[in-house]
């Protein structure tokens, strides 16, 4: 089910600012986006896998959990969900796009982000509700508000070869490549950290690459940063700031790196402070 609470166009979380044609009218989001749950089946666990699934007209993206250089990833509250005690989602890779000179991360046409849902009471039924915040983007940027609700089923269903597709497109474990443990180095700043890591990764099929890293801490604001090539070595570096001022750490053994490239993207948990 899908109820659009409200729309408003926000420069502040525009990807570039807002072009003369922004000011013609709010865009008809019913013959732009389309939001659902799918149902999904429940796993041998008890756990249920579903997926959210974003369609979205030509020329319109949507957003990575991280996006890039601007813009508005998705934002969930299952507050109001029955039988279920947290969910996790299981992101496949994303795109790198240029838009207005930035890079953002993000999935044009389409996004299916299959989720694990993670029941209270396993055995029991799920009613997954959400109130869900994301933003679109083609020459303006349109964040919307969106109501959820599905009964997820018990066997899997019309929408499970969606959802595998998409679960065959999340990142490939630097583990079950047998890759070394990335070389980090974190200096402290006076606003917080710059962070650099080594990466010992053969060359990817395309050239594009970019390494993007996400610490464990809440409210801490990663820069896009730089990624380069050396052979058969990826040189990474970006700078971390707290959202509110006071000193804080970083725990390296809980760093998250993301390889994204056109045609791979590596999962690494952890690196090794020189």
């Keep these: ?3 659009l609470n409200s729309l408003i166009l926000a420069a502040a979380t525009s990807l570039a600012a807002m072009s003369a044609n922004a000011t013609e009218g709010i865009p008809d989001l019913s013959k732009i986006v389309k939001v659902s749950l799918l149902k999904g089946w429940q796993l041998e666990n008890g756990d249920h896998i579903g997926a959210l699934r974003v369609t979205l007209a030509s020329g319109w993206k949507t957003y990575w959990r991280l996006s890039g250089d601007s813009g508005l990833p998705p934002v969930f509250d299952w507050s109001n969900s029955v039988n279920l005690d947290h969910v996790s989602y ?3 890779r994303p795109e790198i796009l240029e838009a207005n000179g930035i890079t953002i991360l993000g999935y044009r046409h389409e ?3 299959p989720i694990l849902f993670h029941p209270a009471s396993p055995g029991q039924a799920i009613s997954a509700r959400a109130e869900l915040e994301l933003g679109i983007c083609r020459d303006v940027c349109v964040p ?3 109501n959820l609700e599905q009964e997820l089923d018990q066997e899997p269903g019309a929408d499970r070869l969606l959802i595998d597709l998409a679960l065959a497109e999340r990142p490939i474990e630097a ?5 070394p443990e990335p070389e980090c180095t974190i200096i402290a700043t006076d606003q917080g950290y710059r962070l650099s890591a080594r990466l010992h990764l053969p060359a990817s099929v395309t050239q594009r690459e970019m390494v993007v890293f996400e610490p464990a801490e809440p409210d801490i604001w990663v820069t896009a940063g730089t990624t380069r090539r050396q052979g058969e070595t990826l040189l990474a570096e970006t700078t971390l700031t707290k959202f509110f001022s006071g000193p804080f750490t970083i725990n390296p053994n809980h760093l998250r790196l993301t390889v994204l490239g056109d045609d791979r993207a590596i999962a690494i948990t952890g690196c090794k402070v020189n």
């Design 1 to 3: 089910m899908l109820t």
């Design 90 to 92: 299981l992101w496949p």
């Design 144 to 146: 919307v508000q969106v």
């Design 175 to 179: 583990a079950d490549l047998g890759m």
């Design 111 to 113: 996004l299916v982000l």
